[in-house]
């Protein structure tokens, strides 16, 4: 089926945007279709990403037709249960690929971190359905180069709101965040014409409970030797996460981990049983980024879990369904939201403990951190977590990359030797 008309429509640049999907799709069999002994379930994902500029957006377009609206956003602070309450979609933004730089740096500095650099490059270049899609975007003012791009990002979209956020984890930042979760409430009410009742947002609560209890249980069967699925396909599905229609995800995941306990059962894996397995932690990674986790994987090594935003962090605490009225339920929100260990906050010690603990229930022999060049947060947090990690006996690599294929092979050099470190 041909989307060209509804990409025009929504004033995409059509022939930039036939060449990225041809690199994505050339990409994907590459990385993907050639991994060995996948679990069937994934076929659901391969049709998935296939389709996600094509399928996935003409419902969001027949939804927009119905009358629903879209938000489109950039960060899991953003909740999207209060925008299931308002029975909008709740979409995650392209930020993973390096496109439309050089138009984007007529707007950032050049040491701008490729995820920011890469949401004005997908605007600018008109490459991202969901962004075009999007009745709002929604911006959060976590680290600099975010909080600052926005004030230029605003003039190119054709509405962005902005959410504060705090930056200490003290008694005055909760309760901004309880102020910027009822100001978002009250401007998803707007927006829609609907108000969030306690049924609506009970409801919406435990949609998104189910989603992140479907991944969590993926997690789990991921502590099984030799691991039942590979970390590449693991965090195509945490990256889907945030894009595909809730409830079909949550059942799909749901499926693949019945076939994935099956596995376990069998003894039947995707690496060798003494492979060596490792925890990638740090920035997030959005689609099409999968250079990371690629390496490792064909170095015959196995990501065994993800501490990520895209990953065990964005999707990791439910939020207790406890309380009668609005008020109530978005207390409820507040204290799930509040446990989120982002390197924006100041002092940042649970993510440290976050990290020892997915090292031990996932029996992981090494860490590898992930950090983009320009990114201050994750990259100062690896050095400081690196000494402690390491003096718990935990190997642990740093690196810093961006978006371009430049460094593979660099990268790939430090991340064999790496192996070869946690082998012996
Ligand atoms: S909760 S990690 S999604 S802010 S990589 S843009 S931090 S300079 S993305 Fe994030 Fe929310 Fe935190 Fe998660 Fe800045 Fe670093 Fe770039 Fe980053």
């Not at 680290?143 to 004030?151: L, N, T, W």
């Amino acid at each position: 089926m041909s989307y060209h008309k509804m990409w025009a429509d929504l004033g995409m640049n059509l022939e930039a945007h036939d060449q990225l999907l041809q690199v994505l799709s050339d990409g994907y069999q590459k990385q993907f279709l050639t991994q060995k002994n996948r679990p069937a379930g994934m076929q659901y994902l391969d049709f998935v990403v296939s389709e996600i500029h094509g399928l996935r957006v003409k419902e969001l377009v027949d939804a927009q037709q119905a009358g629903r609206k879209v938000v489109g956003s950039f960060c899991v602070f953003v909740p999207e249960e209060l925008i299931l309450a308002v029975d909008a979609i709740s979409v995650g933004l392209c930020t993973g690929a390096e496109v439309g730089f050089e138009l984007a740096e007529q707007y950032l500095p050049r040491n701008t971190c490729a995820l920011v650099k890469s949401s004005f490059g997908f605007k600018l270049a008109g490459l991202c359905p969901y962004m075009e899609t999007s009745d709002v975007i929604v911006g959060e003012n976590t680290c600099d180069g975010k909080k600052k791009g926005y004030e230029q990002f605003k003039d190119l979209v054709k509405n962005l709101y902005v959410m504060d956020l705090p930056q200490m984890k003290s008694v005055a930042g909760k309760e901004l965040l309880k102020a910027e979760f009822i100001r978002f409430a009250a401007y998803l009410e707007k927006l829609t014409g609907k108000k969030i009742t306690a049924a609506s947002l009970k409801e919406a609560i435990r949609v998104v409970n189910a989603k992140r209890s479907a991944v969590a249980r993926l997690a789990r069967l991921r502590a099984a030797s030799p691991a039942p699925i590979s970390g590449l396909d693991s965090l195509l599905i945490n990256q889907i996460f945030f894009n595909e229609n809730p409830e079909r995800f949550t059942e799909n995941i749901n499926k693949l981990c019945d076939e994935l306990e099956v596995r376990i059962e069998k003894g039947d894996g995707v690496a060798l049983k003494d492979a060596p397995r490792i925890l990638v932690s740090g920035c997030p990674m959005a689609v099409p980024n999968w250079k990371i986790p690629a390496i490792i994987e064909q170095n015959g090594a196995v990501i065994v879990g993800e501490e990520l935003c895209t990953g065990e962090r964005g999707a990791r605490w439910l939020t207790e369904i406890k309380g009668t009225t609005v008020p109530e339920l978005i207390d409820a929100l507040v204290e799930r939201y509040w446990q989120i260990d982002c390197a924006v906050f100041t002092p940042n010690e649970d993510r440290l403990a976050s990290v020892k603990k997915m090292v031990a229930d996932y029996q992981a022999d090494g860490v590898l951190q992930y950090s983009l060049q320009f990114c201050q947060p994750y990259t100062i947090e690896s050095g400081l977590f690196e000494k402690q990690l390491e003096a718990n006996g935990i190997p642990v690599l740093n690196i810093e990359t961006d978006y371009s294929m430049e460094d593979m092979g660099q990268l790939a050099t430090r991340i064999e030797a790496f192996i070869e470190r946690i082998k012996q």
